[in-house]
């Protein structure tokens, strides 16, 4: 049974539209406070952090009051990065983690993701319970008046956050003499991530530090890597990093200016990794994945597993089958020796780590030759259109163009109302024709 609100990454949408108000966010609230109280665990604790999207203000209060009124306590944190929400989950011991967010989406756009005691996201099962007590009737589940929650906002969280950063690494770790162009993309990560780098004793020309409630991912950040590109050249830096609205995703790119996906990044760290005999398992990647990468991996002798779309599913097959590394290409990294989700400053310090003895980022992270891949989203009004017979039939006629000379993947969008087409073929005449195909029955 398909879930009625969370998709692939959590609960997302337009704000004051469908499942994204402040009534809707009270029910979400009271639903997870009731699920969580019938584990009957004696300490009921909820911490929330949010990026800077401007409804964040309406969003939290409310969700805030759901949980209270279902007896949970509840800390906030206000923005902070994803995963730095993740580890404080874990380290505080609370029974659950909200982060209000939409992660890569443009400013009107939020959402939730929750997570367990212990960081990690919640499963689909979980999730499915919480669905049931979010349409069951509300006067059931508020709790007596003298066990309403309390809340508290907590103003050292990034702090926190950095702390445990840190400890993955030498105390004589340090960035001096390196010039980072960071681009936070108006984001979760603006405060944590200069004040870290700062403090390691690089130089950071800092970007996307200035949100105003509007201006989250908007031509900056990870979806809109040029800024660093550009960047770097103009300040002759050693290295570019970009990070999206929730700051789960890295983009980079070199001193020259040469953009590096999170597939690059991935075979640096499995490399290195594996030499240094700290990876297990070997790396998950997704059906998103290049083929050059896998091509990579396989001549390096370390395995390579593909998982559905989306870390959560990545983080699944990686407890699965005992591996520490995993990824997508949008640059959600997952760092299992450190991490239960992806975290762009976590990954941007063992990659900065990696070049701290005078490596250039251009030789360390161009490490195989991509696949040409065009990937094209088209909006939708139904995501369901892709299983429509006209639809199926230009699926097919396009998958048996292609093959033998690459693959197609058409999928619907977990967190956008899109279809996502990818194709891959060192043939890119190829690729565009059959994209052509599919896009013509879809619109």
Same mark, same amino acid.
């Given at each position: 049974?398909? *879930? ?19 009534? *809707? ?21 909820? =911490? ?38 993740? +580890? ?73 956050? =950095? ?31 200069? *004040? ?38 103009? !300040? ?9 609205? /929730? ?13 590096? /996906? ?12 594996? =030499? ?55 640059? !959600? ?68 163009? +292609? ?18 087409? +990818? ?21």
């Amino acid at each position: 049974m398909s *879930k009625k609100y969370f998709g692939t990454d959590g609960i997302r949408g337009t704000v004051n539209q469908g499942n994204i108000t402040g009534e *809707k966010f009270f029910k979400f609230g009271l639903a997870a406070a009731t699920y969580f109280k019938n584990q009957k665990k004696s300490k009921q604790i909820a =911490i929330i952090a949010k990026d800077t999207r401007l409804s964040g203000y309406t969003l939290e209060p409310a969700l805030v009051s759901g949980l209270a009124s279902g007896g949970m306590h509840v800390f906030t944190f206000g923005p902070l990065p994803t995963n730095g929400l993740a +580890m404080l989950t874990r380290s505080m011991k609370a029974n659950m983690g909200i982060m209000i967010t939409a992660s890569h989406n443009p400013f009107y756009d939020n959402g939730l993701k929750l997570f367990g005691p212990d960081g990690m996201k919640l499963s689909d099962q979980i999730e499915k319970k919480i669905e049931k007590l979010i349409d069951a009737k509300n006067t059931k589940q508020l709790t007596n008046p003298k066990l309403l929650g309390r809340v508290k906002r907590l103003e050292d969280g990034n702090d926190r956050y =950095i702390k445990i950063l840190k400890k993955n690494f030498p105390n004589n770790f340090n960035l001096k003499g390196t010039k980072i162009v960071l681009d936070c993309g108006n984001g979760a990560g603006y405060i944590a991530a200069p *004040k870290l780098l700062e403090k390691l004793g690089a130089k950071v020309i800092p970007l996307g530090v200035k949100p105003n409630g509007f201006n989250i991912n908007d031509k900056c950040g990870s979806t809109y890597p040029f800024t660093i590109q550009s960047s770097v050249k103009k !300040h002759r830096a050693h290295v570019g990093i970009a990070f999206d609205g /929730d700051a789960d995703r890295i983009i980079m790119c070199d001193e020259k200016g040469k953009i590096i /996906d999170g597939d690059q990044i991935i075979a640096m760290l499995a490399r290195r990794w594996k =030499i240094k005999k700290i990876l297990r398992g070997g790396v998950i990647g997704t059906l998103m994945s290049n083929y050059g990468l896998e091509n990579f991996l396989k001549k390096e002798k370390i395995r390579f597993l593909r998982a559905k779309v989306g870390d959560r599913y990545v983080k699944e097959k990686m407890k699965k089958f005992n591996f520490n590394l995993g990824g997508e290409q949008s640059g !959600h990294i997952i760092l299992g020796k450190f991490a239960t989700t992806g975290d762009g400053l976590m990954v941007s310090l063992e990659v900065l780590f990696s070049l701290r003895k005078g490596k250039k980022a251009s030789q360390l992270l161009n490490v195989f030759n991509p696949l040409p891949q065009i990937l094209e989203n088209i909006n939708v009004k139904d995501k369901n259109i892709i299983n429509k017979p006209k639809s199926r039939i230009a699926i097919k006629k396009a998958n048996k163009l +292609m093959y033998g000379n690459g693959r197609l993947l058409i999928r619907k969008s977990g967190t956008e109302p899109k279809i996502r087409i +990818m194709g891959e073929s060192h043939d890119k005449n190829l690729i565009l024709k059959c994209i052509k195909i599919i896009k013509r029955s879809i619109k």
